[in-house]
């Protein structure tokens, strides 16, 4: 149980909620700091104020899976904010410290995409699996140190960024890593990678401050191509069933620059 982190999630998801959202009349000009009281969370949730408040302030003996259920439905919490809680409580499955292979499947999906650029990432955001075509649009993957291999650091070398700005691709990635970081609280590498993108990326670390873990399934990408410029890309995750794995494919709409230099890139692989 992380009580430290616990209370400071419980705070800022009481503080992001309005009474509107949970259905208590709004009384708004009346309250002097932004969202929930303490003690409406306490009874939405059926404990007393008292323990809720120690709660927050990382005093209180850990909840059970019913508090935590019950604290969940007050907050409307969403499922990743839910595992979220339930794994700083220390009430959720210990998470396998063993690297998962990538399935066979996806592997074979990765070299049937055709023209559809596409790598699987893991929890750390490592890109442990790529086509041909990511390579060329990219970088070669397999040219780089293991470690630089990572999303993160793609981002602060200046290979790819999301568009307008790296602050969508950041929000995304604190979420993703903060849901990591919950399930694996010991790893020294990710604890690092956290502190690194944190300094590079203000947007990141005010997301990471706010514990925001609802990842974003799709985003835009841009990626700087030594050939065909600046390329702006549909970035799309899916998740692996039964696997932490995530496949990203990357496409373009029709008729777009992008769209042509994919075609370029797909013709000039076969």
């Known amino acids: 149980m992380n009580k430290r982190e616990l209370a400071d999630f419980l705070r800022r998801r009481r503080e992001a909620r309005s009474p509107g959202d949970v259905g208590l009349p709004d009384g708004s000009g009346r309250r002097r700091t932004p969202g929930l009281r303490r003690e409406e969370v306490a009874w939405l949730a059926g404990v007393s104020t008292n323990y809720y408040e120690r709660l927050e302030q990382a005093r209180a003996p850990r909840p059970s899976t019913q508090v935590l259920a019950a604290l969940g439905t007050a907050l409307k919490l969403s499922e990743a904010e839910s595992e979220h809680l339930a794994r700083l409580a220390g009430q959720a499955p210990p998470a396998t410290e063993t690297a998962e292979p990538v399935p066979r499947g996806v592997l074979q999906l990765l070299d049937r995409l055709g023209p559809v650029p596409a790598y699987v990432v893991n929890e750390r955001l490592d890109i442990v699996a790529w086509n041909d075509l990511a390579a060329s649009l990219i970088t070669d993957f ?11 650091r793609l981002s602060m070398r200046g290979v790819c960024s ?24 010991d790893d020294p590498a990710l604890a690092a990678l956290t502190r690194e993108y944190a300094n590079f990326s203000a947007e990141f670390a005010e997301t990471w401050r706010d514990h925001e873990v609802q990842p974003r399934p799709t985003l835009r990408k841009r990626i700087d191509h030594p050939d065909f410029g600046p390329l702006d890309l549909d970035c799309q995750t899916l998740h692996v069933p039964g696997q932490k794995h995530r496949l990203i494919l990357l496409s373009a709409e029709p008729g777009t620059t992008a769209h042509k230099a994919l075609e370029g890139l797909g013709a000039a692989a076969e």
Do not use: D, M, V
């Open 142 to 152: 397999s040219k780089l140190p293991r470690e630089e291999r990572n999303t993160l």
């Open 162 to 185: 999301a568009q307008n700005g790296e602050n969508h691709f950041a929000r995304q990635a604190a979420a993703e890593l903060r849901l990591a970081a919950a399930r694996h609280p």
